[in-house]
């Protein structure tokens, strides 16, 4: 029976970091007080959190009060859409986003369409990226919101913020006053450095269990003055813009998560991407028909799409599983029905090609065994389901 | 994931893949829904199957009851093999989730098909 386990999902969700473990245990245990406490407990508590909003705020070149604390990366794509678009309603009902989004961007783009919102959805083109002149062409008179990704979550590709931000301010400063640009910044968080600054965004979403820190915590960032209409109500947490008591266990892994990411960003990057490029390496070497999906350069540095032909995502995945190894395809089959991953489906290729991508994402804790392992099984499990797949074999007609 | 033992050696063990060069029929069957695809040959001599033998593409499950159901056919007669149903072949891979059903559903339309193309 196999026995080793190695984990290539970190864009799924990454491993707790021992150093963040062990802060958000001490603030389990001793810093239970309510932050909203007057009391010396609850003085404590808000503090914790204020320390760790610093660390956050720091990650992404923002303000400490720029931030707002969410339950993850969801609500935080919630609070930003829906805030942005309820406030903003009497100035336009038109949304700007790509093909490739996130569930949840695309999902509450796609209930704003329900209740009359129109919204534009740009190509991303076979390289996976979106241009910064359809942005251009697709923003009017009454568009409220762009809201476009900063790196996507299956293929990694590294989308033009700063120029659609760029693009976002000149519409502004020629009156245009109510144009905001919101990224989803989930992915890149950790992965690449980010400055709001540069980027030019207004709003911008990270989560904390990307970073080696727990479920349940994410953020939201608001630049000064941007307006945004809370969706929980009922409490004056987060500047009235996220009522109910915060998670200050998390909140304060988040901090330490934050602060070790901004630390050792490039001791990671290095990392990964060189465990990345040796792996890609020898899957090309040794395994033939594979498709390299998205963009080769413009890319996060942990992660590979690869499409292998004939096979299916979902056989390969279980396959790579039972031999201990862990990654994600982001098809998927259920009741008969089949959801080639839109993301790879934007990319103009076919359903076998979509139907076949396995989504590997590198982590700090892998080493090159780990990659070493992982080519071996792969190539054993991609031969395996070939000698199965009648995809290229013909059926002889009798 | 809850798949069964039996379920993890097929996938891990295929029994019976390929195709037969002397194959008495040939069908590929497919979901059109979401493109899985079984394609089985048989050898049948005197309303027995001597030989059976699968491909597959689509989900483990598929991959998985190509694999069971060549066992569970092979040296059966033809008379026998009418009356299995996707409920056999459900409770011979251990089971699967209700969404994955349909994996079971193509394998049995497959073997139908071969068994009423049959010379």
């Known amino acids: 029976m196999q026995e080793r386990r190695i984990y290539l999902d970190h864009s799924a969700t990454t491993p707790v970091d021992r150093r963040v473990a062990e802060a958000m245990a001490r603030a389990v245990v001793q810093v239970f007080g309510n932050p909203s406490s007057v009391h010396g407990y609850g003085q404590q508590a808000r503090a914790a959190v204020d320390r760790a909003r610093r660390e956050v705020a720091a990650l992404i070149n923002a303000r400490p009060n720029e931030i707002i604390f969410t339950s993850g990366g969801t609500e935080a794509n919630n609070l930003a859409i829906r805030g942005v678009c309820e406030t903003s309603i009497a100035q336009g009902q038109h949304i700007v986003t790509s093909a490739i989004e996130h569930p949840s961007v695309r999902g509450v783009c796609a209930a704003l369409e329900q209740r009359g919102w129109e919204v ?5 083109y076979e390289n996976g990226i979106v241009r910064v002149e359809d942005v251009r062409e697709a923003i009017r008179a009454d568009t ?8 996507n979550n299956e293929i990694g590709t590294i989308q033009p913020i700063a120029e659609i931000g760029a693009l976002v301010r000149e519409r502004r400063a020629a009156g245009q006053r109510h144009l905001f640009l919101h990224t989803d910044a989930v992915q890149a968080a950790g992965r690449m450095a980010l400055n709001v600054e540069e980027l030019g965004c207004d709003l911008l979403t990270t989560s904390a269990h990307k970073l080696y820190a727990p479920k349940g915590v994410g953020a939201l960032y608001v630049r000064r003055g941007v307006r945004l209409t809370g969706q929980n109500i009922g409490g004056h947490q987060e ?8 998670n200050v266990p998390g909140i304060v892994a988040f901090g330490e998560a934050a602060k070790l990411a901004r630390e050792e960003l490039h001791e990671r990057t290095t990392h990964d991407s060189s465990l990345r490029d040796s792996f890609e390496q020898k899957v090309i070497e040794l395994i033939p028909e594979v498709v390299m999906n998205g963009d080769r350069k413009q890319r996060l540095l942990h992660l590979s799409n690869i499409s292998f032909r004939y096979i299916e995502g979902e056989g390969l995945l279980i396959n790579l599983d039972l031999q201990g190894v862990a ?8 009741s008969g029905t089949l959801e080639p991953s839109p993301v790879i489906r934007a990319l103009g290729v076919t359903d076998e090609i979509a139907r076949g991508s396995i989504r590997f994402s590198f982590g700090k804790d892998n080493t090159d065994s780990d990659v070493d392992y992982a080519v071996e099984v792969l190539v054993q499990a991609v031969e395996r389901l070939r000698t199965l797949s009648p995809l290229n074999r013909p059926l002889a007609v009798s | 994931m809850s798949y069964s033992a039996a379920f993890k050696d097929h996938l891990a063990h295929p029994r019976n893949a390929g195709e037969l060069p002397e194959a008495s029929v040939v069908v590929e069957e497919n979901n059109p829904v979401c493109g899985d695809r079984l394609r089985l040959s048989l050898v049948v001599r005197d309303e027995r199957i001597e030989a059976a033998r699968y491909l597959a593409y689509g989900c483990p499950p598929t991959l998985v009851c190509g694999s069971v159901l060549t066992e569970l056919i092979t040296g059966k007669m033809i008379s026998e093999v009418r009356d299995l149903t996707r409920a056999d072949l459900l409770e011979a891979v251990g089971g699967l989730p209700s969404r994955k059903h349909h994996a079971a559903a193509l394998a049995i339309e497959t073997l139908n098909a071969a068994v009423s193309q049959l010379p």
């Not at chain 1, 534009?120 to 991303?124: H, M, S, Y």
């Not at chain 1, 409220?144 to 790196?151: D, E």
């Open chain 1, 120 to 124: 534009t959805r740009l190509p991303v």
């Open chain 1, 144 to 151: 409220v919101l762009v809201t476009v990704m900063l790196a």
């Open chain 1, 239 to 246: 500047r009235e813009r996220r009522a109910g008591t915060e």
């Open chain 1, 327 to 334: 990654v994600s395809t982001g098809s998927a089959c259920s």
